[in-house]
């Protein structure tokens, strides 16, 4: 049986990390709510293209603690990717005790990218609908399994 790529959504990690766009973001307020009324300090990191490309900010407010919102071309909230606002905190001390992030998989692979020097523990969660060309899930020759996107391997593009 594959393990979820989503957290127990009662636990307690402390702070906790969610980056996401597009779909992604859709996908991360339930996780992120249910985090937030157990007791964490939420952190969510929106990323989207530009304005237009910005959903559900209203939720996202609501689901988290703080809500950084990041535009590849500026034209709303930051300018960068949402690694870019992740690196900020950590630089500026921040401890993050728990990341979750869905989208595409470069950005998971960006995100674990940081995370992993700094044993952030850090789950992703792949989603088939995303753009792009990484439309694919990797099976592993043990029992025919799915390999776990949050596994080191699979970072690794192995």
Not at 32 to 52: C, D, P, W
């Amino acid at each position: 049986m594959a393990r979820s790529a989503i957290p127990p959504r009662s636990q307690t990690f402390g702070t906790v990390a969610i980056l996401a766009g597009s779909v992604g973001t859709a996908m991360a307020l339930p996780t992120s709510n249910a985090l937030k009324q157990a007791g964490n300090h939420v952190v969510f990191i929106e990323g989207a293209r530009n304005t237009e490309m910005v959903v559900f900010e209203d939720e996202v407010r609501q689901a988290s603690n703080e809500t950084y919102i990041m535009t590849d071309d500026g034209s709303y909230g930051e300018q960068g990717l949402v690694t870019k606002k992740l690196n900020d905190l950590i630089a500026a001390g921040r401890k993050i005790d728990f990341i979750l992030a869905v989208g595409p998989v470069p950005m998971m692979r960006a995100v674990a990218q940081v995370t992993a020097p700094l044993g952030i523990k850090t789950m992703v969660s792949l989603n088939s609908i995303h753009g792009g060309r990484n439309r694919h899930v990797r099976r592993l020759p043990r029992a025919g399994g799915i390999m776990a996107p949050s596994s080191p391997a699979w970072m690794a593009g192995v």
